[in-house]
């Protein structure tokens, strides 16, 4: 090894310290709504790095009510769903375009990629839903963004970077054909893939509101994203977690723990899913940045 | 368990049975079998996307919903004119483009500065957990980021106020101030986007040469003389092409967080082309009008990103086609 110069050094110590710095900017905020969430509210003002006063008071209430559950449950089944179709979709069309002998491939791929750049725009694409009946239903939340280009193109390069064609001639040979190649072998050598493309289709459906607020009126089918806009960004709590607080400032500061458990509590999932996919992720977009 | 049971009966190369015929048949069921693969997600494409495009043609009818897409008469270029001399025009425009510009120069450069750091961490295991936690903010989601800048920044009870507080200034009303809407939004997304930018330029710092630093030592270059004139000429083709994507997208800026932090004050600076859209379209039941500005949008957009990939194709080398 070299000896590091001074320069280098001093190099690697400022980087240190701006690489920390730029840690605690991430890891504060989220740390903040952790604390806020478990903190008595007469004393959330106040705190900064400790809970003063440990309170689950925010909790409770959350618990207590059932709009949010209603929200949670809806997400819960959209995402599962949805994930489901967009695998259905994109995995078996991913893989056949990554089939060098398919004719026309090149064809359907710009047809494909043809979408990235032009689309109807809101509008049109509303009509389209409504116009197929589709508003105001679970379908509503999970055919319109059935596939995603971008996923499907990740998808498609990872075939065709990790079959290899031996393998398909070797089948081929056996009598195989290319649905149960597919299936029984291309599919199980592709658990790096599948996990990725759950997690970026998954979290997509967890956390999107768009097609919710354009395409739902009935709140019994509401998302948790649309639950919780109500309720961190237009200050709808409903009366049933304030009934026993007596002052206004009481009630604001109530809210304000509500708000911050609630955070907490949409987040869970992806809390609880996020240390095991993470190898994976970083894995998926590498894939999709080889072709670029 | 059946997986591997049928692996292993692959593996076995009995059976050859069959006359060539029947082979040639088989072959043509075989790519049968593939375009069947392709075909839902091709009809997809063409019920959601491909149907929409047909209906950009009501940006050019007064659309009536008893006489459908179709039906409705030609009213030409009327809903054009009409945004053109709408007084709202000139300043949506300009909220679009002057939101998205700060978003591209100051968030484009962030993830770039904070890979070539990242990847002149020497400590692995550290390296590591750091990436870990950069990644997480991505996943937060809009409504959750726009709920947490509202608490957070709220004038009496937010601890961004509690700060300036304490060190003894005046509490600052940032949701409600036109002129903060645009720090906020391009902070926040910095905060939230940048740790998840790094991987791509990271995966691309990968792909140099170790050889090419090993020599630069021998030659007595530290390490920020390596940074300047290895690992950014290395990233340059991967920055060009993002960054011709992102201009490419200019105009079309996300809907979804912009809409979430528009308050009754903060509109004079947070109206942008598609929050108009969407709130003359689909909640003002304009819609022809709202398409014809959203089709006015696309436009721009693509002619944007046309000048640009032509400058870049010049300048180095680099396009996206």
């Known amino acids: 090894m070299f000896k590091r110069s001074l320069a280098d050094i001093w190099f690697d110590r400022v980087n240190m310290l701006l690489i920390v710095t730029g840690l605690a900017i991430i890891v504060y905020p989220l740390y903040f709504v952790v604390l806020a969430s478990v903190t008595d509210p007469g004393a959330v003002q106040m705190t900064l790095f400790w809970p003063e006063k440990f309170s689950l008071e925010g909790y409770k209430k959350i618990l207590d009510s059932d709009n949010l559950w209603v929200g949670y449950k809806n997400s819960f089944v959209y995402a599962i769903l949805g994930t489901i179709i967009n695998l259905c979709l994109t995995l078996p069309a991913a893989y056949a375009l990554s089939r060098k002998d398919m004719k026309g491939r090149s064809t359907v791929m710009l047809f494909i990629t043809f979408t990235m750049f032009f689309s109807g725009g809101l509008i049109p694409t509303y009509l389209t839903v409504k116009e197929l009946g589709l508003l105001d239903s679970v379908w509503a939340m999970v055919i319109p963004n059935a596939v995603g280009a971008w996923n499907l193109i990740i998808a498609r390069t990872f075939f065709q970077s990790t079959i290899p064609d031996e393998l398909l001639e070797a089948a081929k040979i056996d009598g195989c054909s290319d649905a149960k190649f597919f299936w029984k072998m291309v599919l199980p050598l592709s658990q790096a893939l599948i996990a990725i493309m759950v997690l970026f289709y998954g979290v997509a459906h967890w956390n999107s509101y768009f097609n919710a607020l354009i395409y739902l009126r009935d709140q019994e089918l509401f998302p948790l994203q649309l639950v919780l806009r109500s309720i961190l960004i237009e200050n709808q709590i409903s009366n049933d977690m304030m009934t026993d607080m007596s002052s206004m400032g009481d009630q604001l500061r109530a809210a304000e723990l509500i708000k911050y458990g609630m955070i907490i509590i949409a987040a869970l999932p992806l809390l609880i899913l996020y240390p095991f996919l993470q190898n994976y992720f970083v894995k998926g977009v590498m894939i999709g940045s080889i072709k670029g | ?321």
Request: charged share 15%.
């Open chain 2, 1 to 321: 368990m059946e997986n591997v049971n049928e692996v292993r009966q692959l593996d076995v190369p009995d059976i050859k049975r069959g006359t060539p015929l029947k082979q040639r048949a088989s072959r043509l069921l075989k790519s049968y079998q593939l375009y069947l693969f392709v075909l839902p997600a091709v009809l997809y494409y063409v019920l959601f996307h491909y149907v929409p495009l047909y209906g950009i043609q009501i940006a050019f009818k007064n659309f009536l919903a008893f006489k459908g897409i179709a039906g409705s008469p030609w009213v030409g270029l009327e809903h054009f004119e009409r945004f053109f001399r709408s007084f709202e025009f000139t300043k949506i425009i300009l909220n679009t483009i002057k939101l998205s510009v700060l978003q591209l120069v100051v968030g484009f450069p962030a993830p770039i500065i904070l890979a070539l750091m990242l990847n002149q961490l020497m400590h692995k295991r550290f390296k590591k957990f750091v990436q870990t936690v950069i990644y997480a903010p991505h996943f937060i989601s809009t409504v959750v980021i726009a709920g947490m800048l509202f608490l957070f920044l709220s004038p009496d009870t937010g601890m961004v106020n509690k700060l300036i507080g304490l060190f003894g200034g005046e509490p600052v009303f940032f949701m409600g101030d036109p002129d903060w809407f645009r720090p906020v939004y391009v902070l926040s997304e910095i905060w939230q986007n940048t740790g998840w930018g790094t991987i791509i330029y990271l995966a691309a710092l990968t792909t140099i040469s170790p050889e090419l630093h090993e020599s630069a030592v021998v030659d007595g270059a530290n390490k920020f003389q390596r940074i300047l004139h290895i690992d950014i000429p290395g990233i340059m083709p991967t920055a060009v092409i993002l960054l011709i994507l992102s201009t490419g997208n200019i105009m079309s800026l996300g809907f979804e967080k912009v809409y979430l932090l528009q308050t009754p004050l903060n509109l004079p600076s947070s109206e942008i082309i598609s929050t108009y859209v969407y709130k003359t379209g689909l909640v003002g039941a304009q819609y022809s009008f709202s398409t014809a500005v959203g089709l006015f949008n696309s436009i721009i957009n693509f002619i944007i990103l046309i000048t640009v990939n032509q400058i870049a194709k010049k300048a180095s080398n680099t396009s996206l086609w």
